[in-house]
T-cell receptor, first 113, second 114 residues
Framework: KQEVTQIPAALSVPEGENLVLNCSFTDSAIYNLQWFRQDPGKGLTSLLL?????REQTSGRLNASLDKSSGRSTLYIAASQPGDSATYLCAVNGDTNAGKSTFGDGTTLTVKP | SQTIHQWPATLVQPVGSPLSLECTVEGTSNPNLYWYRQAAGRGLQLLFY??????ISSEVPQNLSASRPQDRQFILSSKKLLLSDSGFYLC?????????????FGQGTRLTVV
């Protein structure tokens, strides 16, 4: 059974700092890994999707990497802003049905002005 | 473009009452549909998924059921709510073909059973 762990559970940084969120998973037989953002009381917004054959994906100030053999992914946020404050969830998909993912518990990020 | 709608946004229901949450997808046909539940401060747990009309798979035993009466409509139901059914419920969809697709989520329903 796939297990996904996100460390740290919470992170507080000053504005402008670069930061890394970590995601680890126990079963390396995955199709893809997806990073989501969740604002309080809201749904999930997809940030980046990394296919199992890819090493990284970039979108603006976000860069996600995947090391499938070691069961790890990182989400790098450059030049953090207060608007980046949210919970970030990692989801690992080991099934051909893209929505049948296993989620971590998330990292709650606070960026202080 | 594709959109997903979920309603209601919030719901307070007494123990023992029935439940019906609805989710619809626009702009695509034959999507895979999913219901997730999120406990406070936790990640998401997959409850049900559907690959077609009338086809429902349950991931965890529980007090809830799901139905797909139309291609782009997914309904989460209960005959009698329990306190433990409280939580944040999210509907999601993905394309049915191809391995390399992503999941798209609705805005969720906050259910409080009192």
């Amino acid at each position: 059974k796939q297990e996904v762990t996100q460390i740290p559970a919470a992170l507080s940084v000053p504005e402008g700092e670069n930061l890394v969120l970590n995601c680890s998973f126990t079963d390396s037989a995955i199709y893809n890994l997806q990073w989501f953002r969740q604002d309080p009381g809201k749904g999930l917004t997809s940030l980046l999707l990394i296919q199992s054959s890819q090493r990284e994906q970039t979108s603006g100030r976000l860069n996600a990497s995947l090391d499938k053999s070691s069961g790890r992914s990182t989400l790098y946020i450059a030049a953090s802003q207060p608007g980046d404050s949210a919970t970030y969830l990692c989801a690992v998909n080991g099934d051909t049905n893209a929505g049948k993912s296993t989620f971590g518990d998330g990292t709650t990020l606070t960026v202080k002005p | 473009s594709q959109t997903i709608h979920q309603w209601p946004a919030t719901l307070v229901q007494p123990v023992g009452s029935p439940l019906s949450l609805e989710c619809t997808v626009e702009g695509t046909s034959n999507p895979n549909l999913y219901w997730y539940r999120q406990a406070a401060g936790r990640g998401l747990q997959l409850l049900f998924y559907s690959v077609g009309i009338g086809q429902i798979s349950s991931e965890v035993p529980q007090n809830l059921s799901a139905s797909r009466p139309q291609d782009r409509q997914f309904i989460l139901s209960s005959k009698k709510l329990l306190l433990s059914d409280s939580g944040f419920y999210l509907c999601a969809w993905s394309w049915s073909s191809g391995f390399y697709t992503e999941a798209f989520f609705g805005q969720g329903t906050r259910l409080t059973v009192v």
